[in-house]
């Protein structure tokens, strides 16, 4: 891997104007959009569904990948490919068989991955890894940005990254949850190829600013690893 993939999260943008903040990650050089969906079950939260993700398609050439924190997302991912995303990522930890719903999702010509929240090992979705081109580790418990990092999480992260190596197809180790300038370090050694950001980006005074630092700190980590 000679390259880490930033892809910001919108869910700590400033929604009444979401085109600009959208343009303004892909013009720092953003690799794609994550969309975090969350009903109020899955996880304690509400957020926005496929109309608002259909309505900022237009604004961009980025590619969308929604990151489905709902109960029941197989009932849900017609509606998202109609809205225009290119890949879904599910959780482990739903009740539906998720193995089937990979290949269903697949089945309607988008890209699957995979999700473990914090407290999930592992061997839950070891045995078919190799069916995911994303895998997703939750480094904090899902449901709202701007949550501290959770360092134990490190060990799975440098596991997952050994697993994946002896796979035909390396997937994309992404991580999701407190990452910023600081704890990008970490997951980069730890072996993670794609840094979902929100709060560190959204919040910050300059997001531009804030992208290339994190940008920056993902290359000089990427480096002294080679
Ligand atoms: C949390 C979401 C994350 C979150 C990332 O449930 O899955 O994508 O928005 O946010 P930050 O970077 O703010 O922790
Ligand atoms: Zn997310």
Not at 39 to 49: A, E, K, L, Q, R
Not at 65 to 70: F, G, K, Q, R, V
Not at 185 to 212: H, K, N, S
């Amino acid at each position: 891997m000679n390259r880490i993939e930033i892809r910001p999260s919108i869910l700590s943008s400033d929604f009444s104007r979401l085109a600009e903040e959208i343009q303004l990650v892909e013009k720092a050089g953003a690799d794609g959009i994550h969309l975090d969906i969350m009903d109020g079950h899955f996880v304690p939260n509400i957020s926005f569904g496929p109309s608002l993700v259909h309505s900022i398609r237009k604004v961009t050439q980025l590619p969308f990948w929604a990151h489905l924190m709902i109960e029941k997302p197989g009932d849900y991912v017609e509606a998202f490919r109609d809205a225009g995303v290119n890949g879904i990522t599910i959780h482990c930890e739903i009740d539906e068989d998720w193995v089937e719903l990979a290949d269903r999702i697949r089945g309607l010509g988008m890209g699957v991955g995979i999700t473990l929240n914090p407290e999930t090992p592992l061997r839950k979705i070891e045995p078919v890894l190799d069916r995911f081109e994303r895998v997703l580790v939750m480094t904090v418990h899902p449901g709202f940005g701007g949550q501290a990092f959770m360092g134990e999480v490190l060990e799975k992260i440098r596991a997952l990254s050994r697993m994946a190596f002896s796979l035909p197809h390396l997937p994309i180790v992404e991580v999701d949850g407190g990452i910023d300038e600081v704890t990008t370090p970490l997951v980069v050694e730890a072996g993670a190829t794609c840094l979902i950001v929100g709060a560190a980006i959204y919040q910050a005074p300059d997001p531009v600013l804030a992208f290339q630092k994190i940008k920056v700190a993902a290359e000089q980590a990427l480096q002294k690893q080679q």
